[in-house]
């Protein structure tokens, strides 16, 4: 598998690293200026309301989605803390049905790992290695078991606020899992494609943002990746990243980027988007629905949703999509997430 970093190694220094506080974490646990970029390690950066944030989503060849964020945060009382939240789609096919899963532990409750790339929560844990991520997770009898091909090293976001740092870890990797449903049913065997960003912050992320969209291309040969952050000023900052057969072809802002959100007041969707990258038009049609609304807080354990809300009430939302690719290699369609994050600051 290719190495984002060494196609890409010059724009890492583009991206400065947050400071990591020595503060609840394992012994003998790398120091701050020991922790290698690009590798999902944690940061764990020493504001109060300091913490990293990865986000897994994964397409199966059957239909089914998932989507998790996994954190470490100082946000509350005492030492951090770290939870685990996510949720699985079923197919279209088959009634879109959601199951929601959780885990949150406080400090002497989880382990983070002496290279600070593994968080095991107990019953739930984002396990990370050379070559591999792992998302396990299992509650009141449903099981989720996600393993991702990972890159040899990610690529940092430069299209993101200053103090609001990013890097995409894995984009349109292989991934293979299975569910178990806790109704007693057949256990499911997924093959797909997944998708992996870490985001490490000194503050609450609705200080540097106030909508997050992300687009994902998960194909087999063709893998894009889309941002676009709007600052609490109101600017917009952009950014994609191409993938072709593994091999990483470009990272860079887009040439032309339209979004349609529809007119919808409130939290919208984009209906469809067109991007013009590099030897690449990409046009993408949404659902009309999205497959996965959450309300983050109403799934965060109570001493972390007591405090946020006193100054954000973050919500997601996914939606299914299709892409059609043109270039001058053909043209190619497939499957694609939208996924959008509103922070919603509060006054």
Same mark, same amino acid.
Not at 93 to 104: D, I
Not at 294 to 306: A, H, Q, S, T
Not at 316 to 321: H, P
């Given at each position: 598998?290719?190495?984002?970093?060494?196609?890409?190694?010059?724009?890492?220094?583009?991206?400065?690293?947050?400071?990591?506080?020595?503060?609840?974490?394992?012994?003998?646990?790398?120091?701050?200026?020991?922790?290698?970029?690009?590798?999902?390690?944690?940061?764990?950066?020493?504001?109060?309301?300091?913490?990293?944030?990865?986000?897994?989503?994964?397409?199966?060849?059957?239909?089914?989605?998932?989507?998790?964020?996994?954190?470490?945060?100082?946000?509350?009382?005492?030492?951090?803390?770290?939870?685990?939240?996510?949720?699985?789609?079923?197919?279209?096919?088959?009634?879109?049905?959601?199951?929601?899963?959780?885990?949150?532990?406080?400090?002497?409750?989880?382990?983070?790992?002496?290279?600070?790339?593994?968080?095991?929560?107990?019953?739930?844990?984002?396990?990370?290695?050379?070559?591999?991520?792992?998302?396990?997770?299992?509650? =009141?009898?449903?099981?989720?078991?996600?393993?991702?091909?990972?890159?040899?090293?990610?690529?940092?976001?430069?299209?993101?606020?200053?103090?609001?740092?990013?890097?995409?870890?894995?984009?349109? *990797?292989?991934?293979?899992?299975?569910?178990?449903?806790?109704?007693? =049913?057949?256990?499911?065997?997924?093959?797909?494609?997944?998708?992996?960003?870490?985001?490490?912050?000194?503050?609450?992320?609705?200080?540097?943002?106030?909508? %997050?969209?992300?687009?994902?291309?998960?194909?087999?040969?063709?893998?894009?990746?889309?941002?676009?952050?709007?600052?609490?000023?109101?600017?917009?900052?952009?950014?994609?990243?191409?993938?072709?057969?593994?091999?990483?072809?470009?990272?860079?802002?887009?040439? %032309?980027?339209?979004?349609?959100?529809?007119?919808?007041?409130?939290?919208?969707?984009?209906?469809?988007?067109?991007?013009?990258?590099?030897?690449?038009?990409? %046009?993408?049609?949404?659902? *009309?629905?999205?497959?996965?609304?959450?309300?983050?807080?109403?799934?965060?354990?109570?001493?972390?949703?007591?405090?946020?809300?006193?100054?954000?009430?973050? =919500?997601?939302?996914?939606? %299914?999509?299709?892409?059609?690719?043109?270039?001058?290699?053909?043209?190619?369609?497939?499957?694609?997430?939208?996924?959008?994050?509103?922070?919603?600051?509060?006054?």
């Amino acid at each position: 598998m290719a190495s984002w970093g060494s196609r890409l190694g010059a724009t890492l220094g583009l991206l400065a690293a947050g400071l990591v506080g020595g503060h609840g974490l394992a012994d003998g646990a790398a120091e701050p200026n020991e922790v290698e970029r690009g590798t999902g390690a944690s940061r764990l950066p020493a504001g109060s309301a300091g913490g990293d944030y990865w986000e897994l989503v994964f397409l199966s060849e059957s239909g089914h989605l998932v989507f998790a964020q996994t954190l470490l945060t100082r946000l509350g009382w005492g030492g951090p803390k770290a939870a685990l939240v996510g949720a699985i789609v079923e197919p279209r096919e088959s009634g879109g049905r959601v199951r929601h899963f959780r885990r949150s532990e406080n400090e002497g409750g989880y382990t983070l790992s002496d290279d600070r790339r593994s968080l095991d929560l107990q019953a739930a844990a984002l396990e990370q290695e050379a070559g591999s991520r792992r998302l396990r997770a299992r509650k =009141s009898g449903l099981r989720i078991a996600l393993e991702i091909d990972a890159r040899a090293s990610g690529l940092p976001i430069p299209a993101a606020p200053e103090d609001c740092p990013m890097g995409l870890l894995d984009l349109a *990797s292989p991934a293979r899992g299975s569910f178990e449903p806790r109704d007693g =049913s057949p256990r499911i065997d997924w093959v797909g494609r997944a998708a992996v960003t870490h985001r490490w912050l000194d503050r609450l992320e609705s200080d540097c943002a106030t909508r %997050r969209l992300e687009l994902f291309v998960l194909d087999t040969d063709l893998g894009v990746y889309f941002s676009e952050v709007l600052t609490p000023t109101g600017e917009l900052l952009r950014f994609a990243a191409v993938d072709r057969a593994g091999e990483a072809v470009f990272a860079g802002p887009p040439e %032309r980027v339209e979004i349609d959100w529809g007119g919808e007041a409130g939290e919208p969707m984009p209906s469809s988007l067109e991007l013009d990258l590099p030897d690449l038009a990409l %046009r993408v049609s949404a659902a *009309s629905e999205p497959a996965l609304e959450m309300d983050l807080l109403d799934r965060v354990p109570g001493i972390f949703r007591r405090v946020i809300a006193l100054r954000t009430r973050p =919500s997601v939302r996914l939606s %299914r999509a299709s892409f059609e690719a043109s270039g001058p290699a053909g043209t190619r369609e497939g499957p694609a997430l939208v996924k959008v994050l509103y922070l919603n600051p509060l006054p």
